[in-house]
């Protein structure tokens, strides 16, 4: 029998191949299903069954390509209604793979459908869990992303996996493996370990939801209290992965057609598109098409595009770095945006050689920033950090301006004032400056550094105070 997490950085996502005896099982697949099928022939395996634990919110699941590919089955547990065929388990019931069995284990609570698979090997040997958003490393799943149904509350589905937990999973022996979706960095929990799996033993120590003594109530209060409001493309993903889509092999040929820079001016204003830059940060700022909006791939892009571009249906021009478009496009499907119609061919450098218009942002260095600083303190400072790293820190006078919410509350700056821009590193802050530089914020400076070494300076800074609403 053999086990295999295939984590995605990015998307901070464990899908996982299980294979015995020339059968294969695939547990979340992501949308491109090449490496499963490629996997599995390379071992001169057939795929059996694709197990879905839930409807997943963070990303577009590769199950309905992978199931037409290879006649798999989708398995889904109890109370998951699809618009598309699937096998719909009971709690409790066994499925064969190669000598080897999954067991469905029916765990509500980050979901009503939330399922998780236990693997016994050959012998009959608990071996482990495939536990989805129900329990990850340090955390469990967030209880407030399900669709809602009736007065269903975030208040009821934490007690439903307090149950879980406790009378399905906390039960197993102490050497079953925990193998979750997600690891730190999924926006699916709050305080998620970046360890991708871990012994359920240990867990029982270390893991604050599964503590022994912990009542229900207070795992309610506890697994409910500070969550922040769940990106705006997490309803959009599990509405796909619920009701279809369309095959990412049409995604990927729609997206990948390489333009001139002529024939991308023209689609850009025939068909509004949004121009994505993915380059890296240092690069952007020194020379980009007017009006691009900056994400870099060596960030975690897909969370941030799924939190910044509010409609998946957004037809997406793309200038990338020579050899990575592709990649882009497939990263954007990843999470539901599936209207790239084509990126610039030769990048940026063929749209200077075409002596097109160029835009820039000014950018600084922190000696820059903490010179400037020095001399009149009085400057508009954006801190465009998350609320706790803002909470936990920050410089005196800067007005918190959260990139995960700028959509919602450019009204709260003004384009006739200049505003200095930092985050932790200056990734967040290039997307800032890039976002309000498309809307018309002129008086921008981007700061590119490290945050501990504006703590480590002489500005002033305050800590540990409430959150903001932004």
Known sequence: MKVEQIYTGCLAQGAYYIECNGEAAIIDPLRETAPYIEKAKSNGAKIKYIFETHFHADFVSGHLDLAKKTGARIVYGPNAETSYEKYLAKDGEEFDLGGATFKVLHTPGHTPESTTYLLLDEKGKEHAIFSGDTLF??????????????????????????????????????????????????????????????????????????????????????????????????????????????????????????????????????????????????????????????????????PWVGALIPDLMQPILVVAPEGREEETVKRLARVGYD????????????????????????????????????????????????????????????????????????????????????CRSGFRSTIAASILKARGFEKLVNVHGAYADISASAIPTTDFVCPTTL
């Open 137 to 302: 490393i340090g955390d469990v799943g967030r209880p407030d992303l399900a669709q809602k149904k009736g007065d269903l509350t975030k208040e009821d589905l934490a007690g439903w996996l307090f149950d879980s937990l406790r009378n399905k999973i906390m039960p197993l022996p102490d050497n079953v493996i925990v193998y979750p979706a997600h690891g730190a960095g999924s926006a699916c929990g709050k305080n998620m370990s970046s360890e991708t799996w871990d012994t359920l033993g240990n867990q029982k120590k270390v893991n604050y939801a599964l503590r022994a003594d912990m009542t229900k109530d207070e795992f309610i209060k506890e697994v409910t209290e500070g969550l922040l409001p769940p990106p705006d493309y997490f309803s959009k993903n599990a509405k796909l992965n619920k009701m279809g889509y369309e095959s990412i092999d049409v995604v990927m040929e729609r997206g990948s057609k390489a333009l001139s820079p002529v024939e991308f001016e023209v689609a850009a204003n025939e068909t509004d598109a949004l121009i994505l830059d993915v380059r890296d940060k240092k690069v952007f700022v020194q020379g980009f098409i007017p009006n691009s909006i900056f994400i870099g791939l060596d960030g975690t892009f897909a």
């Open 339 to 422: 209207n790239t119609i084509g990126f610039l061919k030769g990048g940026f450098d063929a749209w200077q050689k075409s002596n097109k218009e160029v835009d820039t942002i000014d950018t600084i260095d922190l000696d820059k920033f903490v010179s400037i600083y020095g001399a009149d303190n009085e400057i508009n400072i954006l801190d465009v950090r998350k609320p706790g790293e803002w909470s936990s820190e920050h410089i005196d006078g800067a007005q918190h301006f959260a990139l995960d919410y700028i959509n919602k509350n450019m009204s709260e700056i003004a384009k006739n004032k200049s505003y200095y821009l930092h």
